[in-house]
């Protein structure tokens, strides 16, 4: 079993950064791919960002790369997400996620435990 905890989130201005963090419990915390995904009022729940267990590799959604940059510290049982050139259209509620990747890292399906979420507000 694994929780997740999301924190961060906030009002910020167009072009401003916040750095979300998601702290797990639990063991094997290495073991899991990490995801973020968001959820803006009226649409589904779109991936935006994904890490593998021992942060080797990256993956992006075309909305947020090169904006948005993914980590995670094993050590501390953190995924992390900063969050750079904020707009409007990246205001939503985050999820971290966590699961064992057997086809698509940004498939939501895929992920196993999910956080509560944290509310990202960018005014324009």
């Known amino acids: 079993q694994v929780q997740l905890v999301e924190s961060g989130g906030g009002l910020v201005q167009a072009g401003g950064s916040l750095r979300l963090s998601c702290a797990a419990s639990?063991?094997?915390?290495?073991?899991?791919?990490m995801g973020w995904f968001r959820q803006a009022p009226g649409k589904e729940r779109e991936f935006v960002a994904a890490?593998?267990?021992?942060?080797?590799?990256?993956y992006y959604a075309d909305s947020v790369k090169d904006r948005f940059t993914i980590s995670r510290d094993n050590a501390k049982n953190t995924v992390y997400l900063q969050m750079n050139s904020l707009k409007p259209e990246d205001t939503a509620v985050y999820y971290c996620?966590?699961?064992?990747?057997?086809?698509?890292?940004?498939?939501?399906?895929?992920?196993?435990?999910w956080g509560q979420g944290t509310q990202v507000t960018v005014s324009s």
């Open positions: 890490i593998s267990g021992r942060g080797s590799s990256l």
């Open positions: 996620a966590a699961g064992n990747i057997y086809y698509s890292i940004s498939d939501r399906t895929e992920y196993r435990y």
């Open positions: 639990g063991r094997a915390f290495s073991r899991y791919a």
